[in-house]
């Protein structure tokens, strides 16, 4: 920021296991968003060192960067980020377009891909034409088609109301689980990010604290008790 440095991210030291989910939470600011892009290979880190699946994005070639992104990940954003002059399973096709695969094959997988969500009778709307969760939906359908190992996902529930966000939060979390898929998402929403395995917490570009399912859980059993929650204090552990 002209003659300023900022450091997005500081010292973060995080592992995440193949078929987990984890949720980045934080306020604006604290680096959730600039370390989806360094997981996603989108930017390349000043400092250290990021490893997925064997490859180290830092050190890789602008090729082996755009293949990694091609054959190895699924992006599901806030936005949706739907072609408007493509239906949606044109919109589907897309990833598959780009891996050159014969018309005929992107089109069967595609067609699987919207019977799998249940939108097999969108299939030839356009995002205009559909409502914002079927949307969404198409957008996750896209991120799949791919057989990716990595899903990343940005605010997958920004722009939708609760009802359909807890929707496409099911939706997600059950489709992981059954293509055991590994899931990365950002928000700012805890009732989003407590579908998660873990919840990594960052501030001012640090690792805060890391949470498992069964102490968040343990907290919302305890409130529903009327018995306050567990305080936690807080560390810089990081897994």
Known sequence: MGKMYVDALRG?????????FVSLVGPSGSGK??????????????????????????????????????????????????????NAVENVEVPLMLQQLPRSERRTRSLALLEQLGLHSRAGHRPSELSG??????AIARALA????????????????????????SLLQRLIREEGLTLLLVTHDMNVARYADRIVRLLDGQVQRIELRD?????????????????????NTAI
């Not at 973060?12 to 987990?20: A, K, Q, T």
């Not at 305890?222 to 936690?232: K, L, S």
């Open 12 to 20: 973060v030291n995080l592992e995440i296991e193949r078929g987990e």
């Open 33 to 86: 968003s600039t370390l989806l892009h360094l997981v996603g290979g989108l930017v390349r880190p000043t400092e250290g060192e990021i490893w997925v699946d064997g490859l180290d994005l830092g050190r890789s070639s602008d090729r082996q960067l755009v293949d990694y992104r091609r054959n190895a990940l699924g992006f599901v954003f806030q936005n949706f980020n739907l072609m408007p002059v493509y």
């Open 133 to 138: 969760g079927e949307q969404q939906r198409v």
């Open 146 to 169: 791919n057989h990716p190992k990595l899903i990343l996902a940005d605010e997958p529930t920004g722009n939708l109301d609760s009802a359909t966000g807890r929707e496409i939060m």
């Open 215 to 235: 102490e968040w859980e343990g907290e919302i059993a305890n409130t529903d008790r009327g018995t306050p929650p567990i305080q936690h204090q807080m560390s």
